[in-house]
Nanobody
Framework: QVQLVQSGGGLVQTGGSLTLSCAASGGSFSTYIVGWFRQAPGKEREFVGLSWSDGTTAYADDSVKGRFTISRDNAKNTVNLQMTSLKPADTALYLC?????????????????WGQGTQVTVSS
């Protein structure tokens, strides 16, 4: 089992930037897929993007593509989510999660272990 501790987040104005971090302990981090999700109040958990074990990435569609960047440092067991040009619609609880294998990478149920979540609030 992997323990994930998230940091970063907070309150930012529209157009601002934030970087979230997800630090892992336990397990073989370099072999894991690390996904990022977000959940706004009253809404379902939404896929944001992921880092495959080799560091390549995939992102959700137009909602975040081009604004969000996922980077991975296997030496530090960390994956970051850099968010730019933030909008009020990006306001949500952001969560990282790991999986050993995926068939539907956008489905939250496919992931095994989850971070505690960190709140991102974008003011207009």
């Amino acid at each position: 089992q992997v323990q994930l501790v998230q940091s970063g987040g907070g309150l930012v104005q529209t157009g601002g930037s934030l970087t979230l971090s997800c630090a892992a302990s336990g397990g073989s981090f370099s072999t894991y897929i690390v996904g990022w999700f977000r959940q706004a109040p009253g809404k379902e958990r939404e896929f944001v993007g992921l880092s495959w074990s080799d560091g390549t990435t995939a992102y959700a569609d137009d909602s975040v593509k081009g604004r969000f960047t996922i980077s991975r440092d296997n030496a530090k067991n960390t994956v970051n989510l850099q968010m730019t040009s933030l909008k009020p619609a990006d306001t949500a609880l952001y969560l990282c999660a790991t999986a050993r294998r995926l068939s539907r990478f956008y489905e939250a149920d496919e992931y095994d272990d989850w971070g505690q979540g960190t709140q991102v609030t974008v003011s207009s």
